[in-house]
């Protein structure tokens, strides 16, 4: 199986080299963030190339001098028709001939991808509108004009035809989209509200994760503000004027409080009873954007769900 999309990775000699001697599917499955077997399998679908020697590629490979790595994720089967479609309920805030907003739930990943073929909000939206939606991005990614994680709620625009898409990417592209998020985050702020403007990148290693950079990376720009400060923790509101991946997550762990729930950047934090919150507790709450056709401010705004309000209250009264 040839690879046919960009690569997920690229290992140079240098970041290599610390794990000489390791064989070769678990030093993947380190990296990737992902199980052995897993690993194992990228090797077998031919989707690891290892240069010099691409011959000696077999799980037991130990990493020599010299070599590199290229990994290329497992390419998507395509999905071809309204079959696809799944009724999950969908929580609509606005919606016209150009576009939709919604509030998406907690737990629902976006678009189909390897290990979640189906229960997607994308699943959802071809079950809604079926083909109305802008195909741009693909089938696979309907109507989609940008994302957010699995475990963290609130705002999306879907963009129902190609045109609107076009117009909304633009948009979001020059900065010209107000974006408002509420955080639970762990820990005393010393300041009430603050900038953090960290440049954002790939890890060296763990390359599923994000890092806050000294050189190169992507600008990032991030405004924060304190709404209560409790014992243990606080409730932020974080004003996003770039969008780059996971970047309220990276910088408030930068920060030294961490997203509560979030495993990735930071630990499980529990309350005195073992409380703990079910997710990492981030949550879009508001979104800013001249509608693609009319030009007319659209304010949308998402009600904080259940899970953040009960956890909420635990961490402030605790």
């Keep these: 199986m040839k690879p046919v999309v960009s690569p997920l990775l690229y290992l140079s000699e240098e970041e290599i080299r610390p794990f000489i001697g390791q064989r070769l599917d678990v030093f993947l499955a380190k990296t990737l963030q992902r199980s052995r077997n897993h ?3 990228l090797l077998k679908q031919g989707l690891v190339h290892l240069d010099p020697n691409p011959k000696k590629i077999e799980s ?3 990493l020599r001098k010299g070599d590199k790595l290229t990994v290329h994720p497992v390419p998507p089967s395509p999905l071809t028709d309204e079959s696809s479609g799944e009724a999950i309920p969908l929580d609509i805030v606005y919606e016209d001939d150009a576009l ?3 509030n998406k739930q907690p737990g629902l990943v976006v678009h189909p991808a390897v290990g979640h073929r189906s229960g997607t909000l994308v699943n959802a939206l071809i079950h809604h509108r079926g083909t109305q939606l802008a195909q741009r991005g693909g089938h696979e990614r309907s109507g989609l004009v940008h994302r957010l994680d699995k475990d ?8 129902k035809t190609d045109e609107a898409h076009e117009r ?3 948009a979001f ?3 010209e989209v107000r974006k408002i998020y509420h955080a639970l985050c762990w820990g005393i702020f010393r300041r009430k509200s603050g900038v953090c403007r960290q440049a954002l990148g790939r890890h060296r290693i763990h390359r599923q994760k994000m890092t806050v950079l000294k050189t190169g990376g992507r600008a990032s720009h991030t405004d924060y503000r304190v709404l209560q400060q409790g014992t243990h923790g606080a409730e932020v509101e974080c004003t996003l004027h770039t969008g780059r991946t996971h970047q309220i997550r990276v910088h408030l762990a930068h920060l030294g409080h961490p997203v509560w729930g979030d495993t990735v950047y930071g630990r499980l934090h529990e309350l005195a009873g073992g409380f703990k919150p079910p997710r990492q507790m981030l949550h879009a709450a508001l979104l800013e954007i001249a509608h693609p056709f009319t030009g007319k401010l659209l304010r949308l705004e998402a009600p904080l769900p259940e899970d953040y309000l009960t956890s909420r209250k635990r961490l402030m009264e605790a």
């Design 39 to 41: 690993a194992q399998f």
């Design 60 to 62: 037991s490979y130990r």
């Design 100 to 102: 939709i907003a919604l």
């Design 152 to 159: 963290t709620s609130g705002l999306m625009l879907i963009a």
């Design 168 to 170: 909304l990417a633009h």
């Design 173 to 175: 592209a020059e900065r």
